[in-house]
């Protein structure tokens, strides 16, 4: 069947009038109107069974999520690099006794795929091609999934909150395309709301999974640091970026966390597939306020409030903490004692030009100009903040002795502005404090080693945005949050709410 344009229009008002631009692109999706997507209420394993099963083949998967990348792209601009081709060669030879049997999946554009190109979302990478995968990718694909292309972020996801860039342009929310799909991880977790795909991949390394998970009402996983296969170059671990899954559905997200973790021992012991909740009962310690934080909106305060009283009807003990670490002074240390080894992005485009940052035309001005900012700090500015960063993952343990589980706002805000803060703008005093207020709740477990999710559980009762619940754990307890999440999906499911703007109301 086709969709009426009165039926599109009914079910994407809201976020209509909330965009003078939304008309050209819902136009230009509906120029040739085709069928609703019939697979759209399949998550990555249920197309993996219907493989299995052969109802499908896996070359018809990949045309199937073409065809919605094709249908949805031009209207919330997500994607860098399409691999159409790459993934239909790819297609026979993938076992359909693999986990995910073939299903598509995207995947970040911040990490290096063997033959594909890597940007960083940044003009000064764009003849990028890695010779090889790294061991998480390896991981990804040996988990029978096969990567359809590479979605967009900020530059050197150094914009933060906002997923835009001079490249490839702003990545707008399905929900709202007025709205910020967050980031880093902005592209994968759009595409994920927009039904593209049922999973893709992110990484996080100050919220950038579970940002984007919650303004676009999907779930979005951080695991412990060290937890996961090496997603770098040099087989080594970033001190605080992991990698793993945003998805719709809890359980893809497990069964690709099982076929990427580090089954090694070597920092810990393996999890394995987590396959549903646990009889134990936690405790929970809510955190509303953060210390040096900006004032938590009204239906953000509702929305965790209201997911502590599920909490507690599910028989969990909430009791209310103090979040352990002060968000302002927690920011000026991890300034002082990273943003000047940013200066490598200066130096690559100094030596290709001969000219500065900023005069180079490589790199947008925002991260040109935080690269200025990095080469002020000092030596004893930079090892100070060192100093304080190290005794953040004390600061987290001495409330896990306490509870078995942080409940907190994911950001204090329920959304941002896709224009709130662009690649033209300065790094400055005032676009410091707007990022590091609404990142206040996430970086400051990345520094921790926590692993943490933001769950959808939410919709925001005037605006209609999805809210997302954070949850996170001391670190190494990765199961107790997938076994929680379960329990949440149960309760309170929310794989029927679909965005206006996805393959759910827009054919393909």
């Known amino acids: 069947m086709t969709i009426s344009r009165r039926l599109f229009l009914q079910a994407g008002s809201a976020a209509v009038c909330a965009s003078s631009l939304s008309g050209a692109f819902v136009n ?19 197309m993996a069974g ?18 919605r990348i094709e249908a949805l792209e031009p209207i919330i601009n997500i994607i860098t690099t399409k691999t159409y081709e790459r993934a239909r060669k790819k297609a026979d030879d993938i076992s ?14 911040m990490i290096d795929v063997g033959g594909v190109r890597r940007t960083d979302g940044s003009r000064l990478m764009l003849t990028n091609v890695p010779k090889k995968n790294v061991k998480y990718i390896d991981g990804v694909e040996a988990a029978g999934m096969n990567i359809l292309g590479m979605t967009n972020v900020p530059e050197f996801a150094q914009l933060g909150v906002v997923t835009n860039n001079t490249a490839f342009g702003l990545s707008r929310n399905p929900w709202d395309l007025s709205k910020s799909t967050l980031g880093s991880s902005g592209g994968s977790a759009a595409a994920v709301a927009a039904g593209i795909v049922p999973m893709a991949h992110g990484t996080d390394g100050g919220g950038s999974n579970r940002l984007p998970a919650s303004a676009n009402g999907v779930f979005g996983m951080k695991p412990s640091r060290g937890r996961m296969l090496s997603g770098e170059a040099d087989g080594g671990h970033n001190p605080f970026k992991t990698n793993q899954a945003i998805s719709r559905a809890v359980r893809d997200s497990a069964a690709l966390f099982n076929e990427t973790e580090d089954k090694s021992g070597a920092t810990f012991k393996p999890v394995g597939m987590v396959t549903g909740p646990s009889n134990k009962r936690l405790t929970v310690g809510l955190a509303l306020n953060l210390k040096g934080g900006m004032p938590v909106d009204k239906e953000v305060r509702d929305a965790i409030l209201s997911t502590a009283r599920l909490v507690e009807d599910l028989g969990h003990t909430v009791v209310e903490i103090d979040y352990p670490v002060h968000r302002q002074e927690y920011f000026r240390a991890y300034t002082n004692a990273f943003l000047r080894r940013f200066g490598f992005v200066a130096n690559m485009a100094r030596s290709l030009t001969g000219l500065s940052p900023a005069e180079s035309g490589l790199l947008d001005p925002f991260t040109a100009s935080m690269t200025s900012y990095g080469a002020s700090i000092t030596d004893e500015q930079e090892a100070a903040g060192q100093a304080y960063l190290a005794r953040v993952p004390a ?39 707007f990022l590091e207020s609404r990142m206040g709740y996430t970086a400051l477990t990345n520094v921790a080693g926590n692993p943490a999710m933001s769950v959808p559980l939410n919709w925001g009762s005037e605006s209609g945005l999805p809210i997302g619940s954070m949850f996170q754990a001391a670190t190494g307890n990765d199961r107790m949050l997938y076994e929680l999440a379960y329990e949440l999906e149960r309760a309170q499911p929310w794989k029927d709410r679909w965005a206006p703007y996805s393959v759910k109301y827009i054919p393909v």
């Open 50 to 67: 219907l493989i299995k099963k052969g109802e499908l083949s896996q070359t018809e998967v990949v045309d199937i999520v073409i065809r």
């Open 96 to 109: 359909i006794d693999s986990t995910f049997a073939g299903v598509p999946i995207l995947i970040k554009d």
């Open 28 to 46: 230009k999706a509906l120029a040739s109107p085709r069928h609703l997507d019939e697979f759209i209420g399949y998550d990555a394993l249920g």
């Open 395 to 433: 600061m987290f343990a001495a409330v896990f002795d306490r509870v078995d589980i942080i409940l907190s706002p994911v950001m204090p805000v329920v959304s941002i502005g896709a224009d709130a803060l662009t690649p033209q703008d300065s790094f400055n005093s005032i676009s410091r404090e």
